[in-house]
C-alpha cells in the first residue's frame, strides 16, 4: 500500500510506492499502469520543485507523458524524457536531502536494456527523497 506524504510548502501529495508493486502493475497491465505512474511521480517532482521555487525538478507532467507515448513514433522523444526523469529525480532527491539520486545516463540505459530494474531503482530512489523531506529536522525544513 502507498504511503501518502505532504509535500512541504506545496499544498500537495506524493506517495511512496512499492517499487516491486509498479514494476508488477505495469506488467500485469501491459504498460498501461506505467503511463499513468510516469505522469504521477512526474507531477509529485513538479510540485516539490514548484514549492521550493526551482524548475529543475519539473515544470509539465503532460509533456513528459505525451513523449514516452506519442513521441515514441518519432523514436528519439522517450529516451529524452526518461533521461531528464532521472535528472528531475536527483534535482528532487538532492533538495530533500536524501542524497544524490542516481546517474541518469546509467538509468537511461539500463532503462532501454532492462526496465523493469530502472522503474524499480527510479521509485526506489524517489521514496527515499519523499521520506527525507516529510522527516523532522530535514534539511528541505531549513
Known sequence: MAEVIQIEGAGSTAKTRNPLGVVGLAFITLGI???FWYYFVNREMRDFG???NTPDCGTSPATSVVAITLGAFV?????????????RMNST?????????FDAGLGLLIWV???P?????????????????AAPGSSASD
Open 75 to 87: 523514436i528519439v522523444p522517450p529516451f529524452v524524457s526518461i533521461y531528464k526523469a532521472f535528472k
Open 113 to 115: 536494456f532492462i526496465s
Open 117 to 133: 530494474i530502472a522503474m524499480y531503482i527510479f521509485q526506489m530512489k524517489l521514496n527515499e527523497a519523499w521520506r527525507a523531506q
Open 50 to 52: 514548484s514549492a521550493r
Open 33 to 35: 499502469y506505467f503511463i
Open 93 to 101: 532527491s538532492e533538495l530533500a536531502g536524501s542524497g544524490e539520486g
